[in-house]
Protein backbone atom coordinates (compact mmCIF):
# COMPACT_ATOMS: atom_id res chain seq x y z
CA UNK A 1 0.00 0.00 0.00
CA UNK A 2 3.00 2.29 1.11
CA UNK A 3 4.91 1.37 -2.18
CA UNK A 4 1.89 2.43 -4.18
CA UNK A 5 1.64 5.84 -2.33
CA UNK A 6 5.25 6.63 -2.58
CA UNK A 7 4.86 5.73 -6.13
CA UNK A 8 1.99 8.17 -6.78
CA UNK A 9 3.57 10.56 -5.22
CA UNK A 10 6.73 10.29 -7.59
CA UNK A 11 4.17 10.65 -10.47
CA UNK A 12 2.49 13.59 -9.08
CA UNK A 13 6.01 14.99 -9.24
CA UNK A 14 7.09 13.81 -12.31
CA UNK A 15 3.85 13.81 -14.67
CA UNK A 16 3.98 17.48 -14.75
CA UNK A 17 7.14 17.43 -16.15
CA UNK A 18 6.49 15.16 -19.10
CA UNK A 19 3.74 16.85 -20.24
CA UNK A 20 5.29 20.21 -20.07
CA UNK A 21 8.10 18.62 -22.00
CA UNK A 22 5.53 17.01 -24.66
CA UNK A 23 3.47 20.44 -25.07
CA UNK A 24 7.07 22.82 -25.39
CA UNK A 25 7.91 20.21 -27.96
CA UNK A 26 4.66 19.35 -29.95
CA UNK A 27 2.09 21.48 -29.28
CA UNK A 28 0.69 25.09 -29.14
CA UNK A 29 2.10 26.34 -25.79
CA UNK A 30 -0.55 29.22 -26.53
CA UNK A 31 -3.27 27.51 -26.51
CA UNK A 32 -2.37 26.02 -22.99
CA UNK A 33 -0.76 29.28 -21.59
CA UNK A 34 -2.95 31.74 -23.55
CA UNK A 35 -1.54 34.92 -24.44
CA UNK A 36 1.36 35.09 -22.04
CA UNK A 37 2.81 31.83 -21.81
CA UNK A 38 6.15 33.32 -19.67
CA UNK A 39 4.07 34.19 -17.01
CA UNK A 40 2.01 31.67 -17.16
CA UNK A 41 4.64 29.10 -17.52
CA UNK A 42 5.78 30.46 -14.22
CA UNK A 43 2.44 30.43 -12.42
CA UNK A 44 2.43 26.91 -13.55
CA UNK A 45 5.78 25.86 -11.84
CA UNK A 46 4.74 27.77 -8.62
CA UNK A 47 1.02 26.22 -8.31
CA UNK A 48 2.03 22.94 -8.71
CA UNK A 49 4.53 23.27 -5.97
CA UNK A 50 1.93 24.91 -3.46
CA UNK A 51 -0.35 21.53 -5.04
CA UNK A 52 2.46 19.26 -3.56
CA UNK A 53 3.43 21.12 -0.41
CA UNK A 54 -0.67 21.14 0.59
CA UNK A 55 -0.28 17.15 0.28
CA UNK A 56 2.29 16.94 2.55
CA UNK A 57 0.74 19.59 5.33
CA UNK A 58 -2.75 17.23 4.92
CA UNK A 59 -0.70 14.33 4.90
CA UNK A 60 0.67 15.49 8.49
CA UNK A 61 -2.85 16.26 9.82
CA UNK A 62 -3.98 13.19 8.85
CA UNK A 63 -1.02 11.57 10.31
CA UNK A 64 -1.51 13.46 13.31
CA UNK A 65 -5.08 12.50 13.97
CA UNK A 66 -5.09 8.93 13.18
CA UNK A 67 -1.49 8.48 14.55
CA UNK A 68 -0.38 6.48 11.65
CA UNK A 69 3.30 6.93 11.72
CA UNK A 70 4.35 5.13 8.52
CA UNK A 71 2.72 8.09 6.74
CA UNK A 72 5.25 10.47 7.54
CA UNK A 73 7.79 8.02 4.58
CA UNK A 74 5.66 9.78 2.41
CA UNK A 75 6.75 13.32 4.12
CA UNK A 76 10.03 13.23 2.75
CA UNK A 77 9.40 12.85 -1.44
CA UNK A 78 6.69 15.14 -1.20
CA UNK A 79 8.64 17.81 0.12
CA UNK A 80 11.56 17.35 -2.15
CA UNK A 81 9.39 17.31 -5.22
CA UNK A 82 7.23 20.28 -3.95
CA UNK A 83 11.30 22.25 -3.26
CA UNK A 84 12.04 21.19 -6.89
CA UNK A 85 8.86 22.46 -8.33
CA UNK A 86 9.31 25.62 -6.35
CA UNK A 87 13.10 26.48 -7.13
CA UNK A 88 11.50 26.08 -11.01
CA UNK A 89 9.18 28.53 -10.08
CA UNK A 90 11.76 31.24 -8.87
CA UNK A 91 14.73 29.79 -11.91
CA UNK A 92 12.07 30.45 -14.65
CA UNK A 93 10.85 33.95 -13.32
CA UNK A 94 14.95 35.28 -13.13
CA UNK A 95 15.67 33.56 -16.49
CA UNK A 96 12.46 33.89 -18.58
CA UNK A 97 10.78 37.75 -16.68
CA UNK A 98 14.40 38.98 -16.29
CA UNK A 99 16.83 37.27 -18.40
CA UNK A 100 19.45 36.75 -15.44
CA UNK A 101 19.42 40.07 -14.21
CA UNK A 102 20.33 39.65 -10.76
CA UNK A 103 20.29 43.70 -10.27
CA UNK A 104 16.77 43.86 -11.28
CA UNK A 105 16.08 40.33 -9.47
CA UNK A 106 16.68 42.18 -6.17
CA UNK A 107 15.34 45.41 -7.08
CA UNK A 108 11.90 43.34 -7.87
CA UNK A 109 11.89 41.47 -4.39
CA UNK A 110 12.67 45.13 -2.71
CA UNK A 111 9.91 46.89 -4.95
CA UNK A 112 7.15 44.11 -4.71
CA UNK A 113 6.28 43.11 -1.16
CA UNK A 114 4.54 39.80 -2.40
CA UNK A 115 8.08 38.82 -3.70
CA UNK A 116 9.55 39.67 -0.59
CA UNK A 117 6.88 37.07 1.03
CA UNK A 118 7.21 34.44 -2.11
CA UNK A 119 11.22 34.40 -1.36
CA UNK A 120 10.70 33.96 2.12
CA UNK A 121 8.68 31.10 1.87
CA UNK A 122 11.00 29.48 -0.32
CA UNK A 123 14.12 29.97 2.13
CA UNK A 124 11.62 28.47 5.07
CA UNK A 125 11.37 25.78 3.11
CA UNK A 126 14.51 25.04 1.77
CA UNK A 127 16.11 25.41 5.56
CA UNK A 128 14.22 22.11 6.81
CA UNK A 129 14.95 20.15 3.90
CA UNK A 130 19.17 21.23 3.87
CA UNK A 131 19.02 20.61 7.75
CA UNK A 132 17.88 16.83 6.84
CA UNK A 133 20.72 15.88 5.15
CA UNK A 134 22.01 13.32 7.59
CA UNK A 135 26.20 15.05 8.48
CA UNK A 136 23.93 18.37 8.99
CA UNK A 137 20.95 16.70 11.56
CA UNK A 138 23.33 15.41 13.74
CA UNK A 139 25.09 18.87 14.17
CA UNK A 140 21.94 20.61 14.83
CA UNK A 141 20.63 17.31 16.66
CA UNK A 142 17.69 18.80 18.91
CA UNK A 143 17.71 22.12 17.08
CA UNK A 144 16.83 20.08 13.57
CA UNK A 145 13.34 19.95 15.21
CA UNK A 146 13.06 23.69 15.46
CA UNK A 147 14.30 24.46 12.38
CA UNK A 148 11.75 22.01 10.43
CA UNK A 149 9.01 24.08 12.16
CA UNK A 150 9.75 26.81 9.91
CA UNK A 151 8.21 24.92 7.41
CA UNK A 152 4.43 25.84 8.68
CA UNK A 153 4.89 30.05 8.37
CA UNK A 154 6.63 28.67 4.58
CA UNK A 155 3.37 27.32 3.44
CA UNK A 156 1.12 30.32 4.47
CA UNK A 157 3.16 32.70 3.15
CA UNK A 158 3.42 30.60 0.06
CA UNK A 159 -0.36 30.45 -0.16
CA UNK A 160 -0.41 34.41 0.60
CA UNK A 161 2.38 35.21 -2.26
CA UNK A 162 -0.53 33.34 -4.09
CA UNK A 163 -3.09 34.94 -3.18
CA UNK A 164 -1.37 38.29 -4.17
CA UNK A 165 0.14 37.48 -7.19
CA UNK A 166 -3.30 36.65 -8.46
CA UNK A 167 -4.59 40.48 -7.98
CA UNK A 168 -8.31 39.69 -8.06
CA UNK A 169 -10.41 37.29 -5.92
CA UNK A 170 -10.94 34.24 -7.90
CA UNK A 171 -11.94 30.63 -6.08
CA UNK A 172 -9.09 28.83 -6.21
CA UNK A 173 -6.74 31.37 -4.03
CA UNK A 174 -9.60 31.73 -1.52
CA UNK A 175 -9.76 28.04 -1.20
CA UNK A 176 -5.75 27.79 -0.54
CA UNK A 177 -6.21 31.12 2.05
CA UNK A 178 -8.40 28.79 3.76
CA UNK A 179 -6.03 26.16 3.66
CA UNK A 180 -3.71 28.47 5.49
CA UNK A 181 -5.64 29.38 8.18
CA UNK A 182 -6.48 26.01 8.77
CA UNK A 183 -3.09 25.27 8.79
CA UNK A 184 -2.43 27.70 11.15
CA UNK A 185 -5.51 26.94 13.37
CA UNK A 186 -4.00 23.51 13.06
CA UNK A 187 -0.30 24.56 14.59
CA UNK A 188 -2.09 26.45 17.86
CA UNK A 189 -4.86 23.81 18.30
CA UNK A 190 -3.86 20.40 17.21
CA UNK A 191 -3.51 18.99 21.06
CA UNK A 192 -6.65 19.98 21.98
CA UNK A 193 -8.28 18.76 18.76
CA UNK A 194 -6.68 15.64 19.40
CA UNK A 195 -7.32 15.21 23.27
CA UNK A 196 -11.19 16.18 21.94
CA UNK A 197 -10.99 13.25 19.00
CA UNK A 198 -10.11 10.87 21.67
CA UNK A 199 -12.55 11.78 24.15
CA UNK A 200 -15.34 11.46 21.88
CA UNK A 201 -14.19 7.94 20.66
CA UNK A 202 -14.72 6.72 24.17
CA UNK A 203 -18.25 7.81 24.12
Given at each position: MFN????????????????LGYILNYG??????????????????GLTALYLFTAL???RIINRLYGNGRLLTLHKPL???????????ILSYLALELAFDYRLFLNEIIKRPYLIV????????LLPATSSIP?????????????????????VLAIIHYYWSTKGIALQPLIFLV???????WKFFSNQIIAYKNKTRRF
Amino acid sequence: MFNVLRLTIHCAGLLPLLWLGYILNYGDISLIFGADPIKELIHFFGLTALYLFTALFSLRIINRLYGNGRLLTLHKPLGLWGLFWLTLHILSYLALELAFDYRLFLNEIIKRPYLIVGVLAFVFFLLPATSSIPMLRRKLAKNWFILHQLSNPAIVLAIIHYYWSTKGIALQPLIFLVFAIMVLAWKFFSNQIIAYKNKTRRF
